[in-house]
């Protein structure tokens, strides 16, 4: 039996049952909402042969860039193979079994085609848009959604969320006056749509409108925190805000609050827990004994060696909690990640096993090998994945060991960059009368 969406695709395997659970995991998706792993896990037990929702699944543990969701990935992609499939779901399923394969670039070039024959296949896009963001591939984040929007329209289910992805897309890539107009209008038709509000939040805070942003989170946090599994990314970028203004008290009260106070396991909320503590570290802030807690959850997770964007911020809890052993266990397991054959192996090999070593460099005080590892990445950051205010962290930790080791010419080479790429930042103004303050060698 094959079912039909409201724009007209075809369902293999699905009952009416099973296409509404579905239809509402796409909804609470779009809106990073609600438990879109239950909701798929009814259309299962509803549709058995359901292919897509077998996807769907696979889709959700893919991008979680943990080792153990990475199994239920595989599982997916096993329950699917042999089901009852169109064309485009059986592409689905070949583009799960690379993403459950650690082969993220197949994956999306697969999506990609699926979303050039099919660009109201909302799953495809979406999925895709989430892969060019773990591969930092900003002119895919645009182009993917761009290619497929004049096929939406206002009304359509789900208009807001292409809305929001083109955003986000148009902001990585530096339109900044449109990603901003997008991102307000999807967040105007769907206030929950947790990745619009955040697209907003990546324009102001590569703008330097902190105030801006403040307002602009605090107007209704309801909406985009309520049952949202994107609000601890989204109390982040609030604690960016505060923390450029220097008001180092407030970041740690979010932190301890709503960013890190639930102390969550998950390696994507840890990423944006140790972001936060680094950058206070590197600002020479006391952050008290909340390294320690944070690393305890990171132990566990020291030998995965999957996603070297994850690797990178536990080595941060590592340094800060003064932890040698799943610091070594950490790059032991980088090596081992680099003689592997899917994609995490060159995103570990070309950024994220420099910077774990800069990093860890850098707690141990070695400024000058700090500098001499980061330099050459920098601009090659963007393939290990994450978004340009993601990765400011290795700029304001290479700055910072610039200051730190002495370094007068290179020091106030780098912050007069960022002075012109960040005028109204007061971090920008401090690093530059802390470089201008140097003493001659």
Not at 265 to 290: P, Q
Not at 330 to 336: G, P, S
């Amino acid at each position: 039996m094959t079912l039909q969406d409201a724009f007209g695709l075809a369902y293999s395997g699905a009952t009416e049952a099973g296409l509404s659970s579905y239809a509402r995991a796409v909804h609470e998706l779009q809106c990073f909402i609600g438990d879109p792993v239950g909701s798929i896990d009814r259309a299962i037990a509803d549709a058995p042969a359901f292919v897509m929702a077998h996807v769907f699944k696979g889709y959700l543990f893919g991008l979680a860039t943990e080792r153990d969701a990475t199994a239920v990935a595989q599982s997916s992609h096993q329950a699917a193979l042999p089901l009852a499939a169109t064309a485009r779901e059986q592409a689905h399923v070949a583009a799960l079994g690379h993403l459950a394969g650690g082969r993220w670039h197949e994956a999306a070039r697969i999506l990609e085609d699926i979303a050039i024959d099919n660009p109201r296949d909302a799953l495809a896009l979406q999925v895709g848009h989430q892969i060019d963001f773990f591969t930092g591939n900003a002119r895919m984040l645009r182009d993917r959604i761009g290619r497929a929007l004049p096929a939406w329209q206002k009304g359509m289910p789900g208009y807001h969320a292409i809305l929001g992805m083109q955003a986000f897309g148009l902001e990585e890539m530096g339109d900044y006056a449109r990603a901003e107009s997008f991102g307000r209008q999807a967040v105007e038709i769907e206030p929950r749509d947790g990745w619009a509000q955040h697209a907003v939040a990546h324009v102001m805070e590569m703008q330097s409108r902190q105030r801006d942003g403040i307002a602009w989170m605090r107007a209704n946090p309801e909406a985009w925190t309520k049952e949202s599994f994107l609000k601890i990314h989204n109390w982040w970028h609030l604690a960016l805000f505060h923390y450029d203004l220097g008001e180092t008290d407030e970041v740690l009260r979010l932190y301890d609050g709503p960013i890190y106070g639930d102390r969550s396991t998950l390696a994507l909320n840890m990423v944006d827990a140790s972001a936060i503590l680094w950058r206070l570290t590197l600002g020479g802030v006391d952050v008290g004994d909340r390294w320690t807690a944070l690393a305890a959850n990171w132990v566990p997770k020291a030998a995965a060696g999957n996603y070297a964007f994850n690797d990178a911020h536990a080595m941060m809890a590592f340094v800060g909690a003064g932890l040698e052993a799943p610091a070594k266990t950490l790059l032991e397991a980088q090596r081992e990640a680099m003689r592997g054959g899917d994609d995490n192996a060159a995103f570990t090999r070309d950024v994220g096993h420099p910077l774990t070593l800069a990093i860890k460099a850098f707690g141990e005080g070695n400024h000058d090998e700090a500098v001499r590892l980061i330099r050459p990445i920098r601009s090659i950051a963007h393939r290990f994945g994450g978004s340009h205010a993601q990765r400011d962290v290795i700029d304001l930790t290479l700055i910072e060991a610039a200051l730190r080791a002495g370094d007068r010419g290179l020091a106030r080479a780098l912050t007069a960059e960022r002075q012109l790429a960040r005028p109204d930042s007061p971090l920008s103004a401090l690093f530059s009368r802390r470089a201008f303050d140097l003493s001659e060698n």
